[in-house]
């Protein structure tokens, strides 16, 4: 059978279209035919590479028994998270207010109206661990609602006015100053695993806006303990489990706090944080470890995630088939035992390879078996041997049934994309990786950007080359401004600065409030039972503060004192929440380290073509100064024309060579034509 998510777009609501559930899309006719009806609404909110998502769905959706009572008794909804944040947002924060946590499969029971009254994540099918089964919860809601509606609906209206009263006020809690920002450090660093790296314990999420705090930290304040806990928790991070020792590229998270076990899936946004944040690293220390991470994370993302026409798909799975048993398998794609590693390479690499993998007999996963890791203890080896282990490895595990992957492109995970291999492409000497970034750009022009007088917007996603129905929220606007401003800095082309503009200026126009916070949504958009406004960072930064961030580095570009007002006023929430709670704001706090610093302007004038120019360049993008941002480019006159760099705007060749200008607060510094005193300028970099 098909229910009515067969003409959906969205890999996870195809997944669920032959369910014998009627599912319906999220949209108003699905309540109206509630209110018709006389039932409450059953929302299922998930995404595709969602494990316990999957195991529900089997369990539960698939059952004809479960689906008949379902669709009897309620008109059941299915939401993609990563389609709708919006939506997901609204109805998590009522279920973490009523139950103290949240996560996905979200399982939430609705009035007509939309309003929450039941919740719950992932329901068993049968009663165990001191949870209901799944049976038993629509049973109980059946009976509420049909006993006791009067009551249903007073809870409901009860919950919507307390999540309306935590409304946010802080968009006038002023500027986040030096104090505050080293009041976060000393938070993180009493939440700091010393022995594992990282901060908390299991389970343990890569922290990579709290490490780009950290390495910003160091390069304004020459902080050793910023540096430290950033260059010792990515070193733990590339060791463990958690890095795929093989392919390259992060899961999800550990599920144990020394980065061992992961959760399988290896998620886009992720991977786009994490190769930047080792870019940076390598540009602050040095490290070849760092190197070799950030440039095997892109190649991972190119490899794996990039779509035929450009983009970057959302997800890889967790779960694929298991050979020996034919059931899917959380890890079976990933995973080893000494004796599988014998058979592919022989007895006396099997062994090299257990030992420098950390491959044990007992295993260090499930039923005997290992996640490949690189233990600091392993033993030393030729490193064109291990090479060849890896690639044979590697080759082996390719005709393994291979994970699921979500082909869906969301556009702020682009923009995160883009960001990352644009400066891994300029970083490294790899012109193939900024060649990536401005195709995956490119698509996003073409096919999420509705440039209509009047209606222009954002999507958010794509598949296949076809543009979704969702408008862009608000961390789609921040990330792909993001993006283009770093692809701008390194490709000189000023076009990227232009689309960067016209997306700051509609968050602008369409996302703030009176008081300079931001909301997650349009002013325009859906209303929900609240508009959601979270500054907080989930996996990936918040909308909030990568709005402010691309705010602040578009007023840097453009010398325009709206754009940094409405950053300043929207990094209150820092000033108010980085001393409290910093682990929850990492990506407001880089932000705020760049407002501190300045953010430097730098303008390098030459002919794109002169090796003294490109020399230039290169010392400006490797400039550690946090958010510096960079225009490069032939000298122009003021108002020269669309698409070029105002930074760029008179200024002139030193001695007929190409030169470097450095500004900061209303000051610039003695314009140069010597790559050293450029990176002196810009707060010491590698040569």
Known sequence: MSNRLANETSPYLLQHAD??????????EAFEEARERGVPVLLSVGYSSCHWCHVMAHESFEDELTAAYMNEHFVNIKVDREERPDVDAVYMEAVQAATGQGGWPMTVFLTADAEPFYFGTYFPPEPRHGMPSFMQVLEGVR???????????????????????????????????????????????????????????????????????????????????????????????????????????????????????????K??????LLCRVYAHLWRATGSELARRVALETADFMVRELRTEHGGFASALDADSEDPASGRHVEGAYYAWTPAGLREVLGEEDGRLAAAYFGVTEGGTFEHGTSVLQLPQEGPAVDGERIAGIKERLLAARAQRPAPGRDDKVVAAWNGLAIAALAECGAFFGRPDLVERATEAADLLVRVHFDATAGRARLYRTSKDGKVGANAGVLEDYGDVAEGFLALAGVTGE????????????????????EDGSLYDTAHDAERLIRRPQDPTDTAAPSGWTAAAGALLSYAAHTGSEAHRTAAERALGVVHALGPRAPRFIGHGLAVAEALLDGPREVAVVGHPEDPATAALHRAALLGTAPGAVVAVGLPQREGAGDGEFPLLAERTLVRDLPTAYVCRHFVCARPTTDPVELAGQLGGVRP
């Open 19 to 28: 369910n014998p559930v009627d599912w319906v899309p999220w949209s108003p």
């Open 143 to 265: 009976t509420a609602w049909a006993g006791r509606r009067d009551e249903v609906a007073e809870v409901a209206k009860r919950i919507v006015r307390d999540l309306a009263g935590r409304q946010l006020d802080y968009g006038r809690a002023g500027v986040p100053g030096a104090e505050e920002l080293a009041q976060a450090l000393l938070g993180l660093t009493r939440e700091y695993d010393a022995a594992r790296g990282g901060f908390g314990g299991a389970p343990k999420f890569p922290p990579s806006m709290v490490i780009e705090f950290l390495l910003r930290h160091h390069a304004r304040t020459g902080a050793e303990g910023a540096l430290q806990m950033a260059a010792d928790t990515c070193e733990a991070m590339a060791r463990g489990g958690i890095y795929d020792q093989l392919g390259g590229g992060f899961a999800r998270y550990s599920v144990d706090r020394e980065w061992v076990v992961p959760h399988f899936e």
């Open 267 to 272: 998620m886009l946004y992720d991977n786009a």
């Open 494 to 513: 000023g076009v990227w600065l232009e689309f960067a503009g016209f997306l700051v200026d509609l968050v602008l126009d369409r996302f703030v409030a």
